[in-house]
């Protein structure tokens, strides 16, 4: 059975950023193959794990749906949808990517939504981890029903605003009825001093700090220069902070 962690959190937070980090640890701690998703519109994961993102699922509902695939003779709907969704699937050494992409455009997208669901399912069976970077609505998750969060990180900075909004996210489970195993607060860029007013709204949120991520230096310098996170070095500040808060979870 694979164990699925969910990370969401408000846009600017440094979510991407902590799904890449979590990958890193999986990757360093031999729990491998890891199935990841990108389920933001505004894809990023593949840059931060250093994977050519070619194709996304939206691109390929897109072409579907527009009635550009040909569906060879004695081949069905559904047997083409399941060999354009595997092309899809961009594959790394001990780490695969699946990129959704941008939402459906006009149009019913029912039958393959339902299609991509199954396809999710099933693919995900085949890993021991899964790692789903969402948006912050929570969007693809909520339609994969028959799935628990066993593990979901809500990345948060250190402000109120962001802070607010994690609280928001943990309401939004609820509403959406998603069955979540273990739930933390991951504050990102974080000072040694939470703030009373940023603590506040964490203790409102119901959210247990997992950890402070400190502001890191090798991490500024990979954004600038576009190097993949997964290669931080051991001794960023980053990576000493989460391994030993994620080695418990594990």
């Known amino acids: 059975m694979s164990k699925l962690i969910a990370v969401a959190g408000k846009g600017g937070t440094g979510k991407t950023t902590v799904a890449a980090l979590v990958i890193r640890y999986l990757l360093k701690t031999k729990r491998t193959p890891i199935f990841a998703v990108d389920a933001d519109p505004n894809y990023t994961l ?121 609280g928001r996210i943990v309401l939004l489970v609820e509403e959406l009825k998603l069955e979540v195993g273990r739930r933390y607060l991951v504050l990102n860029r974080s000072p040694d001093n939470i703030s009373k007013e940023v603590q506040a709204e964490i203790d409102r949120s119901g959210l247990d700090v997992l950890v402070k991520l400190p502001e890191d230096p090798e991490v500024q310098k990979a954004d600038v220069v576009g190097t993949p996170l997964i290669d931080l070095p051991d001794d960023a500040p980053s990576i000493v902070s989460l391994g030993p808060a994620l080695d418990p979870l594990f």
């Open 46 to 166: 593949g840059e931060a794990l250093g994977i050519e993102v070619e194709q996304t699922i939206g691109m390929m509902r897109e072409e579907f749906i527009g009635e550009r695939a040909e569906i060879p003779s004695g081949m069905s709907k559904e047997a083409v949808l399941d060999r354009q969704m595997h092309a899809t699937l961009q594959e790394a050494k001990d780490v695969d990517l699946l990129v959704m992409g941008r939402q459906e455009g006009p149009g019913c997208y029912c039958y393959l939504n339902n299609v991509l669901r199954k396809f999710m399912d099933i693919l995900a069976a085949d890993y021991p981890f899964v790692v789903v970077d969402n948006e912050a609505g929570m969007e693809h998750l909520s339609r994969r029903n028959t799935r628990k969060i066993d593990l979901l990180l809500v990345v948060s900075d250190h402000s109120v605003k962001a802070a607010r909004a994690a």
